[in-house]
């Protein structure tokens, strides 16, 4: 499936619109590469995370999953090799001042004027802050770059506490920060993010079924969640492409407007961080395999996915542009999982207040288990357009009628198609749709 070349446009415009991203500060002009999310689009990111958590920890009996903090002891960044190599080369443009990734750059020359370029330099992307009232050497730490670590220094917690056996894996969604160079295409490449992570613990020589294995268990993830199959693809990296830590590697990749980029990655990290780590805190890290009385430190299999990144994918996926009657209607073919409203009562006629408390009954009644929203405030063509733009699969619709015969209207966000159905079965309707 093509994608269209302004798209987006489109789908920034009717993010901001509709409540879904805000650019961050923007009452001050905004602050680069951070993004906020509003009322809608916070409530399609926590659905995310749950479908993902949902996928990896409850419905897997494997997956433990954690929450670390994001600011951790420096020594956690000299073991994983953030200190000494995560790091882009970058040029400067001597006219007009632009900076570049030297990877982007074909030539000594300016990409955007021409002009010249300084000599490259090596710059690390982690955001540096300092804990505690003096701010030296000592008291310097980072923002966490990635939410690996934070699995990896708890590796042994786990195991004890939760008496793991291997294989097994560690969870977790977080906020990862980099100070990134190039920000272009909206959340794709932001400097504050959220990751959802997971570290998979296996014997060494299985690590390799393992890889595949979970190459292709998140590959049907996204699909199983929406995103068509002609739109995701499989990009296993060249061996000068590999990460420092990494034996193989493949990406994820999804069909942005922009070209075919990185939704999420999945590593053989090989036993690499757990023997850094142990290196440097100076304590075993190891696993004693009870079955067999060997012991040994596994290797870890790490699919490792940006959560901003996949709620842009799947909206530019969901985007749907059509003609009906005329007009023409933007719709988000959400998931229903992802959806950020479940429904929406809309009354037919705002100015008939027994119309509109029967309308506002039906939609309390449905909050306690369904984010539902409730809406008066313009005609039921303007209410549909409003519900469709953020993809909202049922609207249901109070009319005269429904004052005497206990009827309203549910409306289908995708086929349009309306089923009249009794006031008391709604919220069963309801259920029944969202079943799994
Ligand atoms: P890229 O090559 O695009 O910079 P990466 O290979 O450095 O990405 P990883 O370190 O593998 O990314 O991070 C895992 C995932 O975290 C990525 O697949 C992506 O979904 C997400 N991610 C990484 N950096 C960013 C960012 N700056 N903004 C949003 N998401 C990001």
Redesign the pocket.
């Known amino acids: 499936m093509q994608q269209q070349p302004d798209m987006m446009d489109k789908l920034v415009s009717l993010c901001k619109r509709r409540g879904i991203i805000f650019q961050s500060s923007e009452i001050y002009g905004g602050l680069a ?1 951070t993004w906020d999310y509003g009322p809608i689009g916070a409530e399609i990111k926590k659905n995310l995370k749950e479908a993902w958590w949902r996928s990896n920890v409850y419905e897997r009996d494997d997956i433990e999953g954690i929450e670390a903090a994001i600011l951790m002891h420096p020594m956690t960044w000299m073991a994983s090799g953030h200190v000494s190599s995560f790091e882009d080369t970058l040029a400067d443009c001597k006219s007009c001042k632009k900076r570049f990734k030297v990877e982007n750059v074909t030539g000594k020359k300016c990409p955007e004027c021409g002009g010249e370029l300084t000599e490259a330099r090596q710059f690390n992307l982690m955001l540096k802050t300092h804990l505690g009232p003096i701010e030296d050497e000592g008291s310097l730490t980072y923002l966490r ?2 939410t690996a670590q934070g699995i990896f220094v708890n590796f042994q917690n786990v195991v004890n506490s939760m008496r793991r056996k291997i294989p097994f894996g560690i969870a977790q969604i977080g906020k ?1 920060f ?1 100070n ?1 160079i190039t ?1 272009r295409s909206f ?5 504050e ?3 959802m ?1 997971i570290e998979y613990f296996v014997k060494p020589g299985t690590d390799d079924e393992w890889y595949h294995k979970w190459v292709e268990e998140r590959f049907v993830w996204y699909a199983r969640f929406g995103i068509r199959k002609e739109n995701l693809r499989k990009r296993q990296h060249e061996k000068k492409e590999l ?1 420092h830590y990494a034996k193989a590697c493949t ?1 994820i990749e999804y069909n942005f407007p922009f070209g075919w ?5 999945i ?1 053989n990290r090989t036993d690499f961080d757990l023997k850094q780590h142990s290196r440097l805190c100076g304590k075993e890290l190891d696993y004693f395999d009870e079955a067999t009385k060997e012991r040994f430190i596994p290797y870890v299999i790490e699919p ?7 709620i842009l994918a799947f909206l530019f996926d969901a985007y749907r542009e059509e003609e009906v009657k005329g007009e023409k209607r933007v719709s988000l073919a959400l998931h229903k999982a992802l959806a950020p409203l479940k429904a929406a009562v809309l009354p037919l006629l705002r100015n008939r207040p027994d119309l509109v408390e029967l309308a506002k009954n039906i939609a309390n009644g449905l909050r306690k288990g369904f984010k539902v929203m409730y809406d008066d405030t313009a005609s039921i063509g303007r209410l549909y357009r409003r519900q469709d733009e953020i993809g909202t699969p049922y609207c249901i619709t109070v009319d005269v009628d429904s004052l005497s015969d206990r009827k309203v209207t549910v409306r289908d966000r995708d086929s349009m198609k309306q089923d009249r159905i009794s006031v008391d079965t709604v919220k069963a309707y309801l259920v029944d749709k969202f079943k799994d």
């Open positions: 590469a770059p990635e990862s980099r990134e920000t959340t794709f490449r932001s400097r993010f959220e990751q992570e990460a990406d980029s990185e939704l999420e990655g590593a490792s996915g940006g959560i901003d990144r996949a």
